[in-house]
Structures are given as C-alpha cells and as structure tokens.
C-alpha cells in the first residue's frame, strides 16, 4: 500500500485538523480536466440530534495518526472499487465545532457522475464505521459523548 502525504496531496488529500474546513477549496482540488464530476458531501453541525435538541456544537476527538490511516484505507478501497476514480480529498475536524459549520468534507472527482456520487458515498459511509472518531454533543449548561453510535470495522466491509 502506497502512503500519501496529507501536507502534499497528489491523487488524494487526507487531513485531521483542528482547523475549520473549505468544502470550496476541496471541490477545487478535486477537478481535473479528464473529469466530467465532482461530488462534494460536507456534514454540518446541526442544532440536534436523534437523542437531543439544543445543541450548540459538536466536539471530536481521535487518534490522528490512527484516523489518517484508516482514511487512507477508504480512500484506497474506493479507488479499487472504482478504478477510473480520479481525486479523493477527505478532511475531518476534530476540537469543537460550532452550528453549521463543516465537521466533515468528502470530495471526489471521476470522468463521469455515476462514479462520482457512488464514491462520495461510499467515503463517507465508511468513513462514519471505520474510523474511530468520538462526538460529544454540547448544550447550553452540558455535554455527553454522543449515543450515535457502531462498532468500527474495516472499510472494505462496506
């Protein structure tokens, strides 16, 4: 398996940060002149969740070093799953994040639609099973990690 540099994509881009995200600067990244397609999936911190209204932010926290690596390996499956796949540019926030900002930007880009929005989904889909990533959920006079959520696997799983 062949590692790429998050501080200096080539063919894909992964990237823990605690700084905030650009889904613009992603589906910028992502475009290439033999691509027809760019999908971009932003998540975006909401003011609620399946246990609770109110929330005020999100909070992540991970390994960094374990979560870019089980990225690449999702980025790596997609890419085996859909050879003509061209750019992946997957960054996830971790600290706290406010409402409706961007906690998670998946980008992707391929000659045509179909690919595109099957590995975007995909991405994100297994990002969400494969990479230990712990929520906590803020509220006006509280906190509590978040009930939402799986047992990790591995990407090629899904």
Request: include cysteine.
């Amino acid at each position: 398996m062949m590692w790429r540099m998050s501080s200096a994509p080539t063919s894909d881009w992964i990237l823990i940060t605690k700084n905030p995200l650009s889904p613009d600067e992603l589906s910028n990244w992502v475009i290439r002149p033999n691509c027809g397609a760019v999908v971009t999936f932003s998540g975006i911190v909401r003011d609620h969740s399946s246990s609770r209204e109110n929330v005020k932010a999100l909070e992540y926290e991970t390994n960094t070093e374990m979560a870019e690596r089980r990225l690449h390996d999702v980025v790596d499956e997609a890419h085996k799953r859909w050879p003509d796949l061209e750019r992946v540019a997957v960054h996830h926030r971790i600290g706290q994040v406010e409402l409706s900002v961007s906690t998670v930007v998946v980008a992707v880009s391929a000659p045509h639609r179909d690919t595109a929005f099957k590995a975007a989904r995909f991405c994100i889909d297994a990002l969400k099973v494969s990479v230990p990533m712990w929520k906590r959920e803020l509220w006006e006079g509280g906190s509590a990690w978040s009930d939402e959520t799986s047992p990790i696997g591995d990407a090629g799983d899904q």
